[in-house]
């Protein structure tokens, strides 16, 4: 074998264990199970409601990829005072409980805040 002909086997070595654990990440990824976010991972804050219910609304939200994207909004809507908040990652959307006087649009800035858009509250 040629000097040349062992660089290029030895390029061609490297560049593929480079790019193995990149096409893992970008399958997990593209599956939902990877984390796209960066940073730490958040753990989920466990909220319940501590009093009646006065509306449920439904916020459907745009730029979410990955468990990392759900937790993260899911706690800043549980960090309000007067809100439950449970955040699905394959629809896209929070459902939300209402149990003191929170308005709309301070829902909405608290997700738009994250990056994220809200493309719709029913």
Do not use: F
């Not at 466990?46 to 939200?61: A, D, N």
């Not at 706690?75 to 990652?89: P, S």
């Not at 829902?107 to 809200?118: A, D, F, H, R, S």
């Amino acid at each position: 074998m040629t000097s040349l002909n062992m660089q290029t086997l030895l390029i061609v070595v490297i560049l593929v264990l480079i790019l193995i654990p990149a096409i893992r990440t970008s399958i997990k990824h593209m599956k939902g199970e990877g984390d796209c976010c960066g940073g730490p991972k958040e753990k989920p804050i466990k909220k319940k409601i501590s009093g009646p219910v006065l509306r449920e609304v439904t916020v459907h939200i745009d730029g979410m990829h990955c468990q990392n994207c759900r937790v993260r909004i899911e706690n800043h809507l549980n960090e309000m005072d007067g809100i439950v908040a449970k955040v699905n990652l394959n629809k896209k959307a929070a459902a939300i409980s209402v149990y003191k006087d929170v308005d709309d649009l301070e829902i909405q800035n608290t997700i738009e805040k994250l990056g994220y858009t809200v493309v719709s509250m029913e």
